[in-house]
Structure formats: structure tokens, C-alpha cells
């Protein structure tokens, strides 16, 4: 398991390799029960994953998976408005960031609580990732006014330069709705 200051990566390989899939299959089993979806969506409006979301032990624990067109590290971020307009989603604001820190696990005046690991996709371009989100202590914590929104970008985070760690436009985007 890696740990980050904004939150903790379980990675479930997707070409069978058993490392790491006994932690996140014990993350879900002790999370069973889902209370928050995003429905992840490419530039073109084609649907490219999910994310569902769980809630234990006053942690909110995020199951994505997603499909890209290229293997690659890519960005990840939590985003302040639960709206994906595409194709360039900047209807989605910037990072979720309720306490106003800087950008990044590597930024001194950061991280804040939009801040995710990047997300690699293999040689099909699919990845299955469990992340246990730090920053958020409930569900409900994405259900303000204007909602809270998941975006990929096309290339990996720096976890350091502001806003977006110097990581690209943004590719994919999923509105965190109720379930």
C-alpha cells in the first residue's frame, strides 16, 4: 500500500498478478455498500469507466475503473464543480480545494483535498484503482451547492506545480452523484 498525505493507493493489477489485490479486495469487502457513483465520460461523450464510492471508518474510499485509448500515467484530481461539459471540461472549475493549500503531495503549501495519485493504464489502456481519500471524512462532503466532479488529464502529475501539477488538458470527467 502506498500512502499519501492526501490519500492511500491500492492498485488491483489487471493482468492477474496477485500483489496488492488482497489489500483492496479487503478495502471493498469491509465498504460493501456503495453510496456515491461518477459515470466517467471521454471529450466525445463516450462512456470510458465508473467511479463508486464507500464510505468506512470515517474514510471515504473511491473504486475507479476506467478505460484509455493509450497505456500512460496520467493526472487525477477531485474538481470543485460537479459539471462536465465537454470536450475540454473546464465547466468542472478547478480542484477541490476547501481549504485553500497548494497544488501537490510534493508542494510544501499543499496538499489539498482535491489531490490524487496518477493513475497508470496499461498496455489495453484499462486500470482498476482503490483510493482511500484523506481529505474527505464523508460522502455527503461532495454534495455541496455545486457538486464535485473526477477529471483524468492526458499526462501525469508533477504533485507539485500549481494548479494542476503541469499535468494537461483534461481527457476524462464523471459528476460524483448520490446513489
Same mark, same amino acid.
Given at each position: 500500500?502506498?500512502?499519501?498525505?492526501?490519500?492511500?493507493?491500492?492498485?488491483?493489477?489487471?493482468?492477474?498478478?496477485?500483489?496488492? +489485490?488482497?489489500?483492496?479486495?479487503?478495502?471493498?469487502?469491509?465498504?460493501?455498500?456503495?453510496?456515491?457513483?461518477?459515470?466517467?465520460?471521454? %471529450?466525445?461523450?463516450?462512456?470510458?469507466?465508473?467511479?463508486?464510492?464507500?464510505?468506512?471508518? %470515517?474514510? !471515504?474510499?473511491?473504486?475507479?475503473? !476506467?478505460?484509455?485509448?493509450? +497505456?500512460?500515467?496520467?493526472?487525477?484530481?477531485?474538481?470543485?464543480? %460537479?459539471?462536465?461539459?465537454?470536450?475540454?471540461?473546464?465547466?468542472? %472549475?478547478?480542484?477541490?480545494?476547501?481549504?485553500?493549500?497548494?497544488?501537490?503531495?510534493?508542494? &510544501?503549501?499543499? &496538499?489539498?483535498?482535491?489531490?490524487? &495519485? @496518477?493513475?497508470?493504464?496499461?498496455?489495453?489502456?484499462?486500470?482498476?484503482?482503490?483510493?482511500?481519500? *484523506?481529505?474527505? +471524512?464523508?460522502?455527503?462532503?461532495?454534495?455541496?451547492?455545486?457538486?464535485?466532479?473526477? !477529471?483524468?488529464?492526458?499526462?501525469? *502529475?508533477?504533485?507539485?506545480?500549481?494548479?494542476?501539477? @503541469?499535468?494537461? &488538458?483534461?481527457?476524462?470527467?464523471? !459528476?460524483?452523484?448520490?446513489?
Amino acid at each position: 500500500m502506498l500512502m499519501l498525505s492526501s490519500c492511500a493507493v491500492m492498485d488491483k493489477p489487471v493482468s492477474g498478478q496477485n500483489n496488492g +489485490e488482497s489489500i483492496a479486495a479487503k478495502v471493498k469487502e469491509q465498504s460493501a455498500q456503495y453510496f456515491a457513483q461518477a459515470i466517467l465520460y471521454d %471529450g466525445k461523450n463516450n462512456v470510458a469507466g465508473k467511479a463508486l464510492f464507500s464510505q468506512n471508518a %470515517g474514510k !471515504v474510499i473511491m473504486h475507479i475503473d !476506467v478505460i484509455l485509448s493509450e +497505456e500512460g500515467l496520467r493526472g487525477m484530481h477531485l474538481h470543485e464543480k %460537479g459539471v462536465c461539459e465537454g470536450p475540454d471540461f473546464t465547466s468542472a %472549475g478547478g480542484h477541490w480545494n476547501p481549504a485553500g493549500r497548494g497544488h501537490g503531495t510534493e508542494n &510544501p503549501m499543499g &496538499p489539498h483535498h482535491g489531490d490524487l &495519485p @496518477n493513475i497508470m493504464t496499461l498496455k489495453m489502456g484499462k486500470t482498476k484503482k482503490t483510493i482511500i481519500l *484523506d481529505k474527505a +471524512e464523508k460522502i455527503e462532503d461532495f454534495y455541496d451547492a455545486d457538486g464535485t466532479s473526477i !477529471v483524468i488529464h492526458a499526462g501525469p *502529475d508533477d504533485m507539485k506545480t500549481d494548479p494542476s501539477g @503541469n499535468s494537461g &488538458p483534461r481527457i476524462i470527467c464523471g !459528476v460524483i452523484r448520490p446513489i
